[in-house]
């Protein structure tokens, strides 16, 4: 049995630790408060149903839901269905209150964020960076747009296996004591160089997400925890304040660096949802939403040679920081690694989140195994009619 005392700031990340390590985030890096606000909780209601008998093929065998659960190390599991809670599940460490890190759902969270501040017009999409950030005029962003990073086609110069690794130095997931990188986040934003032209192929780059949350904050003159609190938060009925972690230089870690309870993700998951609108209130607006479920070919085309790229799905693609699995059903989620997703899934009517700790950054067999399970569940809700 894993004790605290042995998960530390410089292995929390790492499997075994970050089983805890993903629910103690803010004893372990720096993090800044998002605050719930004062408002009502909005409380789901519950129709609790046993799942133990549910079935599904994966590998040419059937899989329980069950067996999905435990395989997938699963910290917290929630199902809503037509806006009930259908199924809730806790590993013996996690408690309904704990936060977790969501790793790169949180790009999802944000780019939410950004729809909101383009209806108000304080930004627009084909807008250009270095008109928002003075800062990096004159830098290898000269030429993106706020859509280039919203669907990742910046050009970038950026290696998956190495780069991505790399940033969690950068930004103080764990310790930064490297000095073959740069002393923070901004500092690696302004100095990177391009590969290519911007608004070329989708290739998974999270440091067009930072640069995303800089934008945000730039164009508000707030930090990002704050402007996230008040517009969003603070109007879904949280349950539970969240968290943003900082590097060490206080920059904003928007890529990886949200953390909620698993019940408050549920929440934003309902109101995406419901189009934005949640207890009456609109707090996105639809038509922000509504562009994931539109088919794009220019996307799909960008998409269809990136290594994440899937012959059994060639209508998929990225967009707005979510992964399309079928815009026109309206199925897309924010995934991040070691097993973190929150699915979206309009013809079922349902939300699934899924809270982990997978051993490996990236095991494609696990994400493969979950996600299975979890549009199955859905797929099966939508035949069933409810």
């Known amino acids: 049995m894993l004790e605290r005392s042995q998960v530390t700031s410089a292995n929390w990340i790492d499997a075994p630790y970050n089983r805890l390590g993903f629910i103690r985030v803010p004893e372990l890096a720096r993090t800044q408060r998002i605050s719930r606000g004062t408002g009502p909780v ?20 059937k899989i329980s839901f069950e067996q999905m659960i435990e395989s997938t190390f699963t910290d917290a599991l929630l199902v809503l269905h037509d806006g009930a809670a259908l ?16 790793m790169s759902v949180s790009k999802s969270l944000t780019s939410t964020l950004c729809g909101v501040l383009v209806e108000r017009g304080l930004v627009k999409p084909e807008g250009a960076v270095v008109g928002y950030i003075e800062e990096l005029r004159g830098t290898s962003w000269e030429g993106c747009t706020v859509q280039h990073l919203l669907d990742m086609r910046a050009g970038t110069r950026w290696s998956y296996t190495q780069d991505e ?61 704050d402007l996230f609190s008040r517009e969003i938060w603070s109007a879904i009925g949280a349950e539970c304040d969240a968290q943003i972690m900082l590097d060490g230089a206080g920059f904003s870690v928007v890529e990886g660096g949200i953390c909620t309870t698993l019940r408050d993700l549920g929440r934003f998951g309902q109101m995406c949802l419901a189009d934005g609108k949640l207890s ?53 989620s924010g995934i991040g690694v070691n097993g973190q997703t929150l699915l979206i899934h309009h013809p079922s009517r349902t939300v699934v989140v899924k809270l982990s700790s997978h051993p490996e950054f990236e095991d494609a067999r696990l994400f493969a195994l979950q996600d299975a399970g979890m549009l199955a569940l859905c797929e099966s809700l939508a035949t069933a009619g409810g």
């Open 42 to 61: 909005f409380e789901f209601p519950r129709a609790q149903r046993e799942l133990d008998s549910f079935r599904f093929e994966f590998e040419g065998e």
């Open 165 to 225: 690794m790399d940033l969690c130095d950068v930004s103080d997931y764990r310790t930064h004591s490297r000095r073959d990188l740069p002393t923070d986040t901004a500092a690696w934003i302004r100095s990177i160089e391009n590969s290519h032209e911007h608004g070329g192929p989708f290739r998974y780059v999270s440091l067009e997400s930072d640069v995303l949350g800089w934008v945000l904050e730039s164009v508000t003159g707030e930090r990002f925890a």
């Open 280 to 332: 009456g209130r609109q707090v996105v607006p639809a038509r922000w939403l509504a562009r994931l479920r539109a088919r794009d070919q220019q996307l799909i085309d960008a998409y269809a040679g990136a290594p994440e790229y899937d012959a059994a799905k060639p209508d998929a693609f990225y967009h707005d920081n979510w992964w399309i699995h079928d815009a026109t059903r309206g199925v897309y």
């Open 87 to 102: 199924f809730e599940y806790y590993t013996d460490a996690m408690k309904p209150s704990d936060t977790h890190l969501l």
